[in-house]
């Protein structure tokens, strides 16, 4: 399947649609998911095309991965967790909405249950959230 440069996150990079970004280095982003599934959701990204982890390359991943290990250290201070959950989803059978690559970073406390997905986000509480994780992040 070809890469479709008009996807959200196409659009989010370019700046062409408003994101809550947190983090950002030369080849990957970080921003807060619109429909949390639990406070500090985020997803990271990288800054160049690929549809998912089946045609991404092994650079993209591996500055992808960095990052995400970046945040979930970030993630974890900020929000007090004690773990935190990474999802990732490939094509449409496997999930997933955005095609562009992306991994879910999921700040977990022992008992919370996720909540379901779909459900949009109170923007003012990401926007808090959002600070929290760049104070992490020093
Ligand atoms: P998936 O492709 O299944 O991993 O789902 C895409 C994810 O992107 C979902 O968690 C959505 O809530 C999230 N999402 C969709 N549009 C936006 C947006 N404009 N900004 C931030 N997150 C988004």
Known sequence: MAYDPDNIFAKILRGEIPSTRVYEDD???AFM?????ADGHLLVIPKTPCRNLLDASPTQLSAVMATVQ???H????AFGAE???IQQFNEAAGGQEVFHLH???LPRHEGVRLRPPGQMGDMAAIAEQAEKI???LG
Not at 33 to 37: A, E, F, N, T, Y
Not at 74 to 77: E, K, L
């Open 33 to 37: 998911d619109i429909m949390p599934r």
């Open 134 to 136: 760049r104070a992490a």
């Open 27 to 29: 080849d990957t982003l």
């Open 70 to 72: 970046k945040l979930g």
């Open 74 to 77: 970030a993630v974890m201070a």
């Open 83 to 85: 773990g935190v959950t």
């Open 103 to 105: 991994f879910h970073v």
